[in-house]
């Protein structure tokens, strides 16, 4: 039986990454075994459901147009990245969280999100928050790699650790929540060091990883902050509302300084692929060009007034946008379902062919 039982796992390790393989157009496309998402809201598919935290997107309208239009705990109102992404490697429709209860093995094997909404590399953000702080998603992501040792056994589990795509997307609310809205970090850093202390808890968070097993990792860098509903409303952008471009500056400033620094961890970690997400070009592109996205509105959400709507205050009794695929936005800082799923379009056509190489274990 237990023959019969490690055969079983090994099969449907080798159909992951064949599949994968063969992926769209008669390309070669990667050989991903699991997606192993790590972040904030963005990618968040539902762990603050089972922690006691404001941030929570389980209640209706979020949901609205997810599969059997049920809120799941992302902070959208259908899909996110990683699980249009799991899906076009042929991994799975959607990506569970961790913290989900019963999970099976089959999604074990093929993957999870550890993200929290509220989180940052910053450990101050968290303590805002009370989001899973990024530190603990390393210890959540310890259990699971012990738990995917006992499905699949130490050797297999190695294997499909070094084989998995990680998402790793946060960093927005280290700025929102302890510099330009809130000021703590303003107390000890200007913009250009704290962008380096955000900077260098990322390459420690990879190296953490690295250390662990994983060897392909994907980097998202910032959006464009300054486009966010709530910071032109907090700019007082009310009638004329514009994106704020100081902040727009700093996050292609330290988006600079990401894609750098990305290279650099690559050369010091060996056999590893470590790639830059520009999805601040993405977003911006679509916020200047709606037209040609079929797009209509661009600087509010489709939740309440689009104003400053947000996980509690976006909620049962708040009005909603007719049509939300003509949005930008769902709540006043998360983007909609139609453009998670254009950021997944770029990163299927210029983020994942980077990993297109072989190893010589």
Not at 263 to 286: F, R
Request: charged share 20%; proline share 4%; net charge negative.
């Amino acid at each position: 039986m237990a023959y019969y039982a490690s055969y079983s796992i090994t099969l449907i390790h080798l159909c992951t990454i064949f599949a994968a393989a063969s992926l769209g157009n008669g390309l070669t496309r990667p050989k991903f075994s699991s997606i192993l998402v790590f972040g904030d809201s963005t990618v968040d598919t539902g762990n603050n459901n089972y922690i006691e935290t404001l941030a929570k997107g389980n209640h209706f309208p979020y949901g609205k147009d997810f599969p059997g239009h049920v809120p799941t705990g992302r902070f959208s109102n259908g899909k996110l990245v990683p699980d249009f992404i799991a899906s076009m490697l042929n991994l799975k429709d959607t990506v569970p969280p961790f913290l989900q209860p019963n999970l099976s093995d089959e999604d074990l094997l093929t993957g999870v999100s550890f993200a929290s909404g509220g989180s940052g590399f910053d450990d101050f953000t968290t303590a805002l928050t009370a989001a899973i702080a990024m530190s603990q998603q390393i210890e959540y992501f310890k259990v699971y790699a012990a738990r995917l040792k006992g499905i699949a056994g130490e050797h297999e589990a190695k294997q499909i650790l070094r084989d998995s795509l990680v998402i790793i997307s946060a960093g927005t609310n280290d700025f929102l929540l302890n510099f330009y809205d809130i000021s703590t970090r303003k107390l000890e850093f200007n913009i250009d060091e704290y962008q380096d202390f955000v900077l260098n808890r990322l390459q420690i968070f990879i190296k953490e990883l690295y250390d662990l097993g994983c060897r392909k990792f994907a980097v998202s860098g910032l959006p464009c902050i300054g486009c966010i509903p709530i910071q032109i409303t907090k700019s007082l952008s009310l009638k004329d509302r514009k994106c704020v471009e100081d902040e727009n500056s700093d996050a292609k400033q330290y988006n600079r300084k990401l894609a750098r620094l990305l290279l650099k961890i690559e050369a010091m970690l060996p056999q590893s692929k470590v790639v830059y997400a520009d999805i601040y070009d993405t977003l911006i592109n679509l916020i200047n060009h709606p037209q040609k996205y079929g797009l209509k509105e661009t600087n509010k959400g489709c939740c309440g007034s689009g104003l400053f709507e947000v996980s509690p205050l976006c909620n049962e009794l708040s009005s909603t946008c007719d049509d939300p695929s003509k949005y930008v936005f769902w709540d006043s800082v998360h983007p909609t379902e139609v453009v998670y799923k254009y950021i997944a379009k770029y990163i299927k056509m210029e983020v994942l062919p980077k990993f297109q190489f072989d190893w010589d274990i």
